[in-house]
């Protein structure tokens, strides 16, 4: 049994969780604690939806809850092999097809609706039924101000304006943050730099959270701006290895620069890999390559392909209907040939390995390649063969 710990945050629909979610995951980068965040529910949520105009967040969010067997054991998987402790944003209404997910995590956070008993208990009785130890039940509201009524064994109290786009703060919060850095501190971030960093496949190795403090001391974010700093020490053509948080225009930008050398990046959620497992990569343990996907028929039940153009640029937009792609399905993907003379614009939530997958096959052929990134409602140019346009640049999306 896997004894790095996952953390459940479960509570009814439009209690806050996702907001909590992300405010959570943000303090713990900000004290510099390992952890991977995943969200366990199909509904096109995602850290860019705190980050971005609430406004953009509503016309583009994807309001999908249909769970599938299938997303529900790749769920199960990640949880299983997890390299990293997890945060898992459980979603509001999980099914009895579901339940399984709750019985791959270790302890539990839930925010409820004191109006609501019917759910309480529902929530209740799920941690308590799989073994979870409750670290904080919380009440959520929108008016009543926030206040800690218990700080142990379990954290009680209320949490208030848990709202879209909005800060979470106090001290209630505060000793929340506290309780899980310790959880999550069994491993420190040298204890995991000296398993992973160390057991990188490539001499040189591109450490996100060091580098990020070396040329922006105190940053929490990665912003585009920062690419040239990034690349000016590397040398180009080069055998990388690449670990931690990071947008996915970052890590395609450094696939990109290490052109047709070997490129690894670290997924804490591809461990323990079976040596029977058919692989479209190479793996070592939680590194892995950018799958050998290539050009031909985009028909598949996995990943839908939409082509748009513009003038001299093309944006390829992805959908992946189940909402989870596993690595290991990614050796039967093929995406369509794009003009050579065109920029390219990657659009849509994917893994960041299909990213700077697409990235490798793609940049031989183009002028240019950028990523759109919500939370500036722009595409982050990532690699290019023409004057002007610079690694780290940021373009308008075209009007289509």
């Given at each position: 049994?896997?004894?790095?710990?996952?953390?459940?945050?479960?509570?009814?629909?439009?209690?806050?969780?996702?907001?909590?979610?992300?405010?959570?995951?943000?303090?713990?980068?900000e004290r510099g604690i390992p952890h991977h965040a995943i969200r366990a529910c199909p509904d096109g949520?995602?850290?860019?939806?705190?980050?971005?105009?609430?406004?953009?967040?509503?016309?583009?969010?994807?309001?999908?809850?249909?769970?599938?067997?299938?997303?529900?054991?790749?769920?199960?998987?990640?949880?299983?092999?997890?390299?990293?402790?997890?945060?898992?944003?459980?979603?509001?209404?999980?099914?009895?097809?579901?339940?399984?997910?709750?019985?791959?995590?270790?302890?539990?956070?839930?925010?409820?609706?004191?109006?609501?008993e019917q759910s309480m208990q529902f929530w209740r009785q799920l941690v308590e039924a799989n073994g979870?130890?409750?670290?904080?039940?919380?009440?959520?509201?929108?008016?009543?101000?926030?206040?800690?009524?218990?700080?142990?064994?379990?954290?009680?109290?209320?949490?208030?304006?848990?709202?879209?786009?909005?800060?979470?703060?106090?001290?209630?919060?505060?000793?929340?943050?506290?309780?899980?850095?310790?959880?999550?501190?069994?491993?420190?971030?040298?204890?995991?730099?000296?398993?992973?960093?160390?057991?990188?496949?490539?001499?040189?190795?591109?450490?996100?959270?060091?580098?990020?403090?070396?040329?922006?001391?105190?940053a929490t974010r990665w912003e585009p701006k920062m690419i040239p700093a990034v690349l000016q020490d590397?040398?180009?053509?080069?055998?990388?290895?690449?670990?931690?948080?990071?947008?996915?225009?970052?890590?395609?930008?450094?696939?990109?620069?290490?052109?047709?050398?070997?490129?690894?990046?670290?997924?804490?959620?591809?461990?323990?890999?079976?040596?029977?497992?058919?692989?479209?990569?190479?793996?070592?343990?939680?590194?892995?390559?950018?799958?050998?996907?290539?050009?031909?028929?985009?028909?598949?039940?996995?990943?839908?392909?939409?082509?748009?153009?513009?003038?001299?640029?093309?944006?390829?937009?992805?959908?992946?209907?189940?909402?989870?792609?596993?690595?290991?399905?990614?050796?039967?993907?093929?995406?369509?040939?794009?003009?050579?003379?065109?920029?390219?614009?990657?659009?849509?939530?994917?893994?960041?390995?299909?990213?700077?997958?697409?990235?490798?096959?793609?940049?031989?052929?183009?002028?240019?390649?950028?990523?759109?990134?919500?939370?500036?409602?722009?595409?982050?140019?990532?690699?290019?063969?023409?004057?002007?346009?610079?690694?780290?640049?940021?373009?308008?999306?075209?009007?289509?």
């Open positions: 049994m896997n004894s790095l710990p996952a953390l459940l945050i479960g509570g009814p629909p439009h209690a806050g969780k996702s907001v909590l979610f992300y405010a959570i995951t943000h303090a713990l980068r949520e995602g850290n860019w939806s705190q980050e971005a105009d609430q406004e953009l967040v509503r016309v583009i969010r994807i309001n999908n809850k249909t769970w599938s067997e299938e997303f529900t054991q790749r769920i199960c998987r990640d949880i299983e092999q997890r390299l990293l402790p997890m945060l898992i944003d459980m979603g509001g209404k999980p099914q009895a097809s579901q339940i399984q997910i709750f019985q791959h995590c270790t302890h539990s956070l839930l925010l409820l609706k004191p109006a609501d979870l130890l409750p670290i904080a039940q919380l009440n959520s509201s929108l008016d009543d101000p926030s206040h800690v009524t218990a700080k142990s064994p379990v954290i009680e109290g209320t949490l208030s304006g848990l709202q879209r786009g909005s800060a979470v703060q106090g001290e209630l919060f505060d000793l929340l943050v506290e309780r899980i850095a310790a959880l999550f501190s069994s491993y420190t971030q040298q204890d995991l730099n000296n398993i992973w960093v160390t057991r990188a496949p490539t001499e040189l190795v591109v450490n996100l959270p060091v580098v990020l403090q070396r040329i922006a001391h105190g590397l040398p180009v053509q080069t055998a990388l290895s690449v670990y931690g948080q990071g947008p996915h225009w970052l890590y395609g930008t450094l696939a990109a620069y290490s052109g047709n050398t070997p490129f690894y990046q670290f997924d804490p959620r591809i461990g323990n890999v079976k040596e029977t497992e058919p692989s479209p990569g190479n793996t070592e343990g939680g590194w892995i390559t950018p799958p050998r996907i290539g050009f031909g028929s985009t028909s598949s039940s996995e990943v839908v392909v939409k082509l748009q153009h513009s003038n001299d640029v093309t944006v390829l937009t992805l959908d992946i209907p189940k909402k989870h792609l596993d690595y290991w399905q990614a050796e039967t993907l093929t995406f369509p040939e794009t003009a050579s003379d065109h920029g390219l614009i990657l659009n849509g939530s994917m893994p960041s390995w299909l990213l700077t997958a697409l990235v490798r096959l793609y940049a031989p052929h183009v002028a240019w390649i950028a990523a759109y990134y919500p939370p500036s409602d722009c595409a982050v140019l990532m690699t290019s063969t023409i004057p002007n346009y610079e690694p780290g640049d940021t373009l308008p999306m075209p009007s289509l």
